[in-house]
């Protein structure tokens, strides 16, 4: 345990090193945030305020807020932490470290995924405190479904973003492998638009990725919408892609060992 | 010049092709990211019978001219969003020792295999959606391939003045404020006309997206007018120029490796 933490310190560390760009990144998703706004109230605003696909705005004007902390829990250059190792040599020294690859690679992300979360929870507060009355507020007696839900959905992009990272190396780059995860969870996972807005055939499809699982099912179950499969569903399907990640990690890895070779053995 | 930078073009795409993998995953990629991109629409619409009295086609119009330039940018210019990776481990050094063009050199190194794709996906489908639209005769093409110039010489410039932030703050080779300025974008998709007057300030004057896509189609549906075609050449040409004032302000305040 003592070798999880003292990664995840040295990975905290890293992120505040440079602590201009921290801040000016903290103030990026800010931006998309502000004009995702823009957008859906011009789209109420057109519509008279009456509900879109089910939504009423103020349930979309929390999803967009809570979404947005959520899909932001890691930055592009955290995601592609691994891919760009595997590219430039440097995942070598994570062969030779005394720990798991895969419990190193998570201790990492455990690190840049708590600063990054503890300021999307202040955005997250902030937005409610000072908009709540826009918003629909979610209840303090749904935390106990949503805690659990919102662990294994983090566990589960962790897992997701793993093995798209391990593909890079048997590739020579890793933005193709980067841009087609960010791509398919950007839009199956409810980050763009709510998985509920999605016409039946396009949310059934959604509903057989892990995507949704990621993001769009936590969500819904802090503001006490639809899960469109039902909570335990969500659990039981959130546990399963995580095993189905973690045996696609053992293959691929695998795959990778047998054919790398690090200082000479 | 032009030759020169032809050149580097075609060696880097032997190069890249060299790796067949790679190569197929990159436009693959290109093409699933722009499908991405007009599926939000497709949602939308969905659930909406307009956007401000815009049909879906148009929003796919606008969309074609994005994709394009985008493209475009990315094929020619890729050397751009290399600036941090070349500031940070110190390349850019070899840049300025060169008896050429800091600028030049920039634009003309690399390519963005992606773009490949991204151009592709928007050149197939402005011909569809103009046609679908009523608009594709001889005067539609011209004034369409007009914008795409401009929207591709706007481009660059904004990917140009995000990128040159590298001189000023110290990032790690990294920093996402280009590639927020490029997320403006995203909300040049819809009509100007839904968004409040400080976001049509930004899209038009300060991260001028709505030149690169908005504008062009609403003056090819003739919601505005023709002379709105003089007002995106001289933004295009006159934000080249503040981009290449930026970038060379910024090789002043540039301290070589290790700033």
């Known amino acids: 345990m003592r070798t999880i933490w003292k990664l995840t310190a040295i990975s905290m560390q890293s992120q505040l090193y440079y602590r201009t760009s921290f801040l000016l990144n903290l103030l990026s998703p800010i931006v998309l945030l502000f004009g995702q706004y823009l957008l859906w109230a011009a789209l109420y605003e057109q519509q008279g305020g009456a509900a879109i696909g089910g939504m009423e705005q103020r349930e979309m004007f929390a999803y967009i807020l809570l979404a947005f902390a959520m899909s932001n829990l890691l930055s592009w250059a955290g995601e592609n932490r691994l891919s760009r190792e595997i590219k430039t040599g440097q995942v070598a020294a994570r062969c030779v470290r005394p720990a798991a690859f895969l419990t190193q690679y998570l201790a990492e992300m455990l690190g840049a995924l708590l600063i990054q979360g503890a300021v999307n929870l202040l955005v997250v507060f902030a937005g409610f405190v000072c908009f709540g ?5 979610p209840s303090i007696s749904v935390l106990p479904r949503f805690i659990p839900c919102l662990i294994l959905a983090v566990t589960l992009r962790l897992m997701m973003i793993d093995v798209f990272s391990l593909l890079c190396f048997f590739t020579t780059g890793y933005l193709g492998i980067s841009w087609t995860r960010a791509a398919l969870f950007d839009f199956f996972s409810g980050a763009m638009i709510p998985v ?23 969500v819904a179950v802090l503001l006490g919408q639809d899960t469109l ?26 795959l990778a060992r047998r054919n790398l070779t ?4 | ?67 394009i330039a985008e493209g475009l940018c990315s094929v020619l210019f890729e050397g751009i969003w290399q ?13 300025l020792s060169r008896p050429v063009s800091p600028l030049f050199q920039v634009l003309s190194y690399g390519m963005g295999l992606q773009g490949i794709s991204v151009f592709l996906v928007g050149a197939v489908s402005l011909p569809v959606y103009l046609r679908r639209l009523g608009r594709f005769h001889l005067r539609g093409v011209i004034l369409s391939l007009f914008f795409v110039l401009c929207g591709t010489l706007l ?47 930004l899209l038009l004057f300060l991260v001028p997206y709505g030149l690169i896509c908005i504008v062009p189609v609403e003056i090819l549906r003739g919601s505005s007018p023709m002379s709105f075609s003089y007002g995106i050449a001289v933004g295009s040409l006159g934000f080249f120029l503040l981009a290449r004032a930026v970038f060379y302000r910024g090789i002043r305040h540039y301290e070589s490796v290790g700033m």
């Open chain 2, 83 to 95: 600036m941090p990776a070349m500031v940070f481990d110190g390349k850019f050094d070899c840049i």
């Open chain 1, 262 to 265: 690090i200082a000479g053995g």
């Open chain 1, 133 to 137: 009355k826009y918003m629909t507020v």
């Open chain 1, 196 to 218: 509920a807005l999605f016409p039946g055939w396009l949310k059934a499809i959604a509903c057989r990725t892990p995507f949704p699982y990621m993001l769009q099912a936590p």
């Open chain 2, 155 to 201: 481009c660059m410039s904004i990917y140009l003045i995000g990128n040159c932030v590298v001189f000023w703050f110290d990032a790690g080779g990294r920093t996402t404020i280009p590639y927020t300025l490029s997320q403006v974008g995203q909300y040049a998709r819809y009509p100007l006309e839904i968004y409040p007057g400080i976001m049509r300030f």
């Open chain 1, 229 to 254: 499969v039902g909570l335990p569903a969500v659990y039981g399907l959130q546990l399963v892609w995580i095993l189905i990640f973690l045996g696609l990690h053992g293959l691929i890895y695998g």
């Open chain 2, 1 to 67: 010049m032009i030759k020169i930078f032809l050149n580097m073009k075609a060696q880097y795409i032997k190069t890249e092709m060299e790796y067949s993998a790679n190569f197929w995953m990159m436009l693959f990629s290109g093409v699933l990211t722009r499908l991405v991109s007009m599926a939000a629409p497709f949602v939308i619409y969905s659930n909406l019978p307009d956007i401000a009295g815009w049909k879906r086609d148009e929003i796919y119009l606008i969309l074609s001219f994005l994709f």
